[in-house]
């Protein structure tokens, strides 16, 4: 993860290698069935999980930790390039709809040996200042979340 200088905004870049095609990978971030499944860390749930991919489209999701806490997210859908580019932005908020991040999201699909290549780059800011923990997980949550897509995309092959 690469953090700039000032300690309340965050940038991520993963690169993650696929063994399916770009056009199976795009649509799992376009389908919320296929997103609810994977989207989060390891051991989140996804009870509420709605996408309106076109641009202008509003996405929402809300994660459930194991221990019952809710993490609400959404933004608008910004680019919409099928199967090669998506960009949004990603705004987290705390349980009383307070924005606490406010970040945009980049994510490239290209075809890669029969399988898909993504890449993805997120950028984010933290509103308040008890944001700053979720800044610093940020990679792991999305490395997280690309290793729970793969194993969606497995079933499905």
Known sequence: MTTD???SEALVTITHIFDAPRELVFRA???PKQMAQWWGPKCFTNPVCELD???GGAWR???RSPDGLEYPCGG???E?????RLAFTNIAT???GTPILDGFTIVTFAE???GTKLTLETRAVALVAYAAAYLAGMEAGWTQSLERLEECLAKRN
């Open 76 to 78: 608008v859908y910004r």
């Open 61 to 63: 999701i809300v994660m």
């Open 5 to 7: 200088s000032n300690p």
């Open 80 to 84: 919409i390039v099928e199967p090669e």
């Open 112 to 114: 890669h040996g029969g």
């Open 94 to 96: 705390d349980n009383d």
């Open 29 to 31: 971030w376009t389908d």
């Open 53 to 55: 991919p076109r641009v």
